[in-house]
């Protein structure tokens, strides 16, 4: 189904910590047609030309939550709407979201998310058919976010810091490779840097439990038509190219090249 545009009302707004803002819009025409990993496209200023891609965080009913952090100037600007304003969206975006967790097979998936990339994973968690764990990493304890979100979904939550100032002291993959020698996972789905994804894919590729990885790639059009978002990937005829906006944003971990 092809994406929709609509001015959508904030209708919520909270700082979850300095330089990450919640969004709650109305978006009663995208809102019914969005899964989880996918996202939308969001035009910022008259002065910023290209709108800017913000993943889904959770959906309910007519309206779409977004967790969004001041990076550069579109997400900066973004940042600074205030309830009762309008955006403009275009969405959903990504033919290739987290897939569905397997109800048949029964056994728990393990999300894995670092920083603000632990806000597209919640939608999975809610939306999950089967038994849900997460592994969340931080920095340090100021930059934790969503923790009683996902409690509110997961059969259980760890939070890990870097720095060890709250939670598991190391990093999310360490933290998530003992889950999964605890736990028969039918598959692992994260979002994060792309050190974190590597990390994720060997690790998980060791392990042999599927996985899947969501990609944050720079975007143009967001429709596939531009190249701005290309990111080489595997297949059965070889090495290729694949738009982020089109052909993902989630990807087998078996797909993903990493350069």
Request: proline residues 6%; hydrophobic residues 40%; contains cysteine.
């Amino acid at each position: 189904m092809a994406p929709l545009l609509e001015q959508c009302p904030i209708l919520y707004r909270n700082e979850l910590r300095p330089g990450v803002v919640d969004l709650v819009l109305r978006a009663a025409s995208i809102a019914p047609l969005c899964s989880p990993g996918q996202f939308v496209h969001i035009k910022c200023s008259d002065e910023l030309l290209l709108r800017r891609p913000i993943s889904l965080c959770d959906v309910e009913d007519d309206t779409i939550r977004l967790v969004i952090e001041s990076v550069g100037k579109g997400s900066k600007w973004l940042c600074e709407r205030q309830a009762g304003e309008l955006l403009d969206l275009l969405g959903p975006l990504g033919d290739h979201g987290f897939p569905i967790p397997d109800a048949d097979d029964g056994r728990p998936i393990l999300l894995i998310g670092g920083g603000v990339g632990c806000a597209p994973l919640l939608f999975s968690a809610k939306t999950s058919p089967v038994p849900v764990d997460a592994a969340l990493g931080f920095g340090s304890a100021p930059a934790v976010i969503l923790e009683r979100d996902y409690a509110s979904h997961c059969r259980r939550v760890v939070v890990s810091t870097d720095d060890g100032s709250y939670g598991y002291a190391g990093f999310v993959t360490q933290a998530a490779q003992e889950m999964i020698e605890q736990e028969n996972y039918q598959a692992v789905y994260a979002c994060g840097n792309m050190t974190m994804l590597r990390a994720t894919a060997q690790m998980t590729q060791s392990l042999d439990v599927a996985c899947y990885l969501s990609l944050d790639e720079r975007m143009g059009c967001g429709l596939g038509a531009c190249l701005v978002c290309a990111v080489k990937v595997r297949g059965e005829d070889g090495e290729h190219y694949s738009h982020v906006c089109k052909q993902g944003p989630v990807y087998n971990r078996e797909e993903v090249v990493f350069e």
